[in-house]
């Protein structure tokens, strides 16, 4: 799996392999996305029938990152039916994200602008901190 | 008669035997000449300023546990920890100061920065305020209480702590004119109340209208209304199915507005927060120089 991400990594993780301990196979581990459920389901059949019936059709239109299926996945993975507002909200504030150019990511040759969900539930999570 | 241990062959058996012995020192010689002429330190600064900081930090990591005096093992760690902080893996960048600190109790000055960097990042403020408070006190030069001392009043900003702030500006050793001012900014202006956007953003649109967001606002506004003409319309021909349609996309609209009018108010307070931040803070960062390692001596920029 890091191999693929990353060979340069992968070549020095092996290079000191005799000095893998069990602290650093447990920090090497990747963070698992927490579990969907039955509210996460909507959110999910939603953007099942968009990418397989839509986009398909239209092509990939999003200027953000994560684009718009894939923020409304998230936020219904993360959220469950709270999704729905978090989604309408990017809909209306996309062009204005685009205009401000705050957060530019290079992807596949094109500059998009991040606009994580994290950004617009940061607010109402501050209590986990 | 001649005995068998004098034969010619045996006697190529010693010269042989002898000099086995000559290789077999040599191989033990061996890992003590690579150890001489390690490349470690090389290869973490290539991969470094390769951008690939998680994998230098790891070769750094591999010298401090290679390293056999205390001193030396602190600032391999310390190195590894800000190349884990550059790599954006906070939580092991703490634990690699844990090991700095135990190893070189004289590095705490330079590891309290760190960590102070490592808590700003995540959003613990107050733990952010901790660290650059010990890192002020601690601080043996000019540039380092320069720079601790503005991020802990950027951290005291951050707490909403304004008076704080302002005593954290005056322990600097220079005047620091455009902290003060972006905080006189700061202290002038007013934040927005979430709660009120959010029952603004009740009426389509005027939750955005509320944090100053007018293009957002008219969006909304024009998308609600004609989703809302939609269902009413759909309802006077009594076309049911598409009436059930356009008002589940009117509910989905119409619950953005209000969380948007929320989350613009927030977006509003964070932005005006964020410049204050950064006006107190300027262009200040600090790297080590990586030539003197494994003494770790701060480079720092304003």
């Known amino acids: ?129 | 008669m001649k005995r068998l241990k004098d034969h010619p062959q045996f006697a190529l058996i010693r010269v042989n035997s002898r000099f086995i012995k000559v290789i077999f020192a040599g191989l033990l010689y061996l890992p003590f000449f690579a150890y001489g002429q390690s490349a470690g330190p090389t290869l973490a600064r290539e991969l470094s300023n390769e951008g690939d900081h998680a994998g230098a930090a790891i070769e750094f990591r591999r010298l401090g546990l290679e390293a056999s005096e205390s001193a030396g093992r602190g600032g391999w760690f310390w190195a590894a920890a800000y190349e884990y902080h550059r790599a954006e893996k906070l939580a092991v960048s703490d634990r690699m100061l844990d090991r700095a600190e135990n190893s070189d109790p004289a590095i705490s000055d330079r590891a309290l920065l760190l960590r102070g960097e490592n808590a700003m990042d995540v959003g613990r403020w107050d733990e952010g305020a901790f660290y650059f408070e010990g890192a002020l006190d601690a601080a043996p030069t000019e540039p380092q209480r320069i720079f601790a001392a503005r991020k802990l009043a950027a951290s005291r900003v951050r707490l909403k702590d304004l008076d704080a702030a302002e005593a954290a500006l005056d322990r600097s050793p220079i005047p620091e004119a455009d902290g003060r001012d972006a905080l006189e900014v700061y202290r002038d202006g007013r934040d927005k109340r979430p709660g009120l956007g959010g029952a603004l953003g009740m009426l389509p649109g005027f939750g955005y209208f509320y944090a100053g967001e007018w293009a957002n606002g008219f969006r909304s506004l024009i998308l609600n209304s004609l989703f809302i003409f939609g269902m009413v319309h759909t309802a006077e021909n009594e076309q049911w199915g598409a009436f059930a349609v356009i008002t589940f996309f009117e509910f989905t609209w119409y619950s953005g507005s209000i969380y948007g009018g929320i989350d613009a108010a927030h977006r509003f307070n964070r932005r005006r927060e964020d410049e204050c931040v950064n006006e107190i803070v300027g262009r200040a960062s600090f790297e080590p120089d990586y030539s003197v390692l494994p003494s770790v001596s701060l480079q720092f920029r304003f």
């Open chain 1, 1 to 129: 799996m890091i191999g693929k991400i990353d060979p340069a990594v992968f070549q020095s993780l092996e290079t000191s392999r005799a000095l893998w301990s069990w602290d650093l196979i447990r920090e090497c581990q990747l963070e698992r996305e927490k579990k969907a459920n039955l509210l996460s389901k909507p959110g999910q059949w939603i953007v099942s029938f968009y990418r397989n019936q839509i986009n398909p059709a239209i092509g990939a239109r999003c200027s953000l990152v994560p684009t718009c299926s894939e923020y409304f996945r998230q936020a219904s993975v993360q959220h469950g039916l709270l999704a729905f507002p978090l989604i309408a909200d990017r809909f209306v504030r996309e062009p204005s994200v685009v205009l401000l150019q705050e957060h530019p990511v290079h992807v596949h040759d094109t500059i998009r602008f991040a606009d994580p969900v994290s950004d617009h539930t940061e607010w109402w999570r501050k209590r986990d901190r």
